[in-house]
DNA sequence: CTGAAAGCGCTTACAG
DNA sequence: CTGAAAGCGCTTACAG
């Protein structure tokens, strides 16, 4: 049912040139006459012939692939934000002609999941891969990274890991958390508690820093009981605040959450148990969701570019994958404060 | 810098057998004693040994990788709907052991866009695919199934096209438009006006007859100033609404959207033309988007499952793929009516 | 400017 | 049960 595929040798022999000259031409090799060119080309164009692909790369091309690697314990399916990285990397590599090959990990403990990435790139299916939600020391990554392969990381601080071939992008979660404290110290607020992310990932320790950071620099005193603990999903935001209106003695004045989705859970036990936002207490996320402003109340929050970060971040892969890795060459995107309804002066 | 690679020849020689023997045990062949199994399965694993991809599809194993092509005009990286398909697709593929090259595909008409498709199944990069978002006919889809490549198709109704490399899923339109009139009709509504959407995709037409169908069953009048053009997209919605205050001699009490995007923007138009849903008009959707519960108000719709049809979809297109194809077999997804807000009893 | 030949790392009839 | 050998379809020094 299926053609005879045509492969070089066919294109060689209809051209009346050898293989050699036709690989030239597809590779747009300059010592070859504009004259044999076309000759050789309008037989390429006229039998629809494509090189095959493995055997290009068996002979030593690239793939022209990258693997994105989604961790995350929650179902993907439905969760927007990561749904949005994915088809920001796929935009991105396609603009440089790379195709990708996505993954989603729900849980780089269990052992076939790590060896299917493995597999990956000990294959060779792929040139190179980037990272997003592993903890921050991830031994599977650093596997990768000690094998040689070009390996892209988001959210990853480890001191003196600067390997040439990891690349490594953060948001600037210090700066972000100062300016939602600068804005709530604008509003009157000094009594603010938080709700931590998830502690074995960069950006969890890397925005509580931010925040001990900016409430020092304000003289506003940290009440342990006001910090809570918690990860990146809705369910530990809901979470944290029944464990606050449970427990604490009093209640901050103002409630900065790891994330949007953190956010919206706690809006939710807050409201929950005869709360309002902001009435009662406000509260700021991070991130911008994109439910963040459709939410009710639509959520004040510390914007972060994850397009901008993925552009750059795949763009500097596909790079040293093309150019050679030289040097360790890490970068941070930067945050702003958008203003919505989920805050209130005081 | 990067260590020589282990290859097979080499797997053998610290094995002591030959590479044919290798290559059973890696391919699970029935002939080899479970002593040389144990054997060379202790070298592959000390040394960390996966066999060269390219080499193995070479040498004609199948690629194990599926292509996604998402045909949309807009920036598919903030849409919603289109990143859970997405999802959807590799966390499907994955559980089959196949991995899913993702392309979007901003436009069948230009050149480039169809041959860097085209590329991707005569290189043999994949072993099929899947196509979402396509114009009912679309020569491209055509050629691929005409030159025998396995293909999975949303969407599409092509009476005597039955290839058995050929795959079709679609939802049942009919019997949602009726869902939604019968609902309508319970309410007191006579008086329906719908927003249709693409006509060039088979859904359009598809969506628009099954209203046609149920309307005349219940002996309701089409009138033709509330069957307005459109599309699948928000601002479609919008632009009917628009349309139709400026246009029509009377207004229908209720609409039904192509989809919930559509009912989107409808809702957004009748607001700012100072009519409330569901007070002034009831606006019904279809799809059931995520946002859809959290609109306000909170949308009535037609809910579709495509999780559950890209499950079966993507099954259906791997067993293709290993078993060949023997019959041409199409399906139909159902759906359900949820009722939120956004419509009111007359 | 161009062709013959080696080589990439596998799989799989074939022969024993 | 197992090895030697052909073959998959390219690319790229090498030699001319």
């Known amino acids: 049912m299926k053609k005879a595929e045509i492969n070089s040798t066919e294109i060689a022999r209809l051209a009346g040139v050898s293989r050699s000259t036709v690989s030239r031409v597809i590779n747009n090799y300059p010592n070859v006459p504009a004259e044999t060119r076309e000759k050789v080309m309008k037989v390429i164009r006229q039998y629809n012939y494509y090189p095959n692909m493995s055997a290009q790369v068996l002979a030593g091309k690239k793939t022209r692939t990258i693997g994105l690697f989604l961790i995350d314990a929650g179902h993907v399916s439905s969760d927007i934000l990561t749904n949005m990285l994915i088809s920001s990397v796929i935009e991105n590599a396609s603009a440089y002609g790379y195709y990708v090959l996505t993954n989603i990990i729900r849980n780089t403990q269990d052992q076939d999941a790590v060896r299917s990435v493995k597999e990956i790139f000990y294959q060779r299916r792929i040139d190179g891969g980037i990272f997003i939600g592993a903890a921050n020391h991830e031994p599977l990554i650093e596997e990768l990274i000690a094998e040689g392969f070009m ?196």
């Open 151 to 346: 390996i892209g990381i988001v959210d990853q601080h480890l001191p003196g890991r600067t390997e040439p071939n990891r690349i490594v992008a953060n948001f600037d979660n210090d700066r972000g958390m100062e300016l939602a404290i600068d804005y709530l110290a604008g509003l009157g607020h000094s009594k603010i508690g938080v709700i931590n992310g998830d502690m074995k990932r960069q950006s969890g320790p890397s925005k509580y820093e931010g925040y001990l950071k900016a409430m020092a620099k304000r003289g506003f005193e940290v009440r342990p009981e006001w910090v809570l603990p918690g990860d990146f999903h809705q369910e530990a935001g809901y979470q944290a605040i029944q464990k606050l209106l449970q427990s604490a003695s009093s209640l901050p004045t103002a409630i900065i959450a790891a994330n949007d989705s953190v956010a919206f859970g706690a809006i939710q036990a807050l409201h929950e148990n005869g709360l309002s936002v902001p009435r009662d207490i406000s509260v700021i996320g991070f991130d911008d969701h994109a439910l963040s402003r459709m939410h009710q109340p639509p959520l004040t929050t510390i914007r972060v570019d994850f397009m901008h970060m993925m552009n750059r971040l795949t763009g500097a892969l596909i790079k040293k994958i093309e150019q050679g890795a030289d040097r360790f060459e890490p970068f941070t995107i930067g945050c702003e404060l958008v203003v919505r309804d989920s805050c209130r002066p005081l």
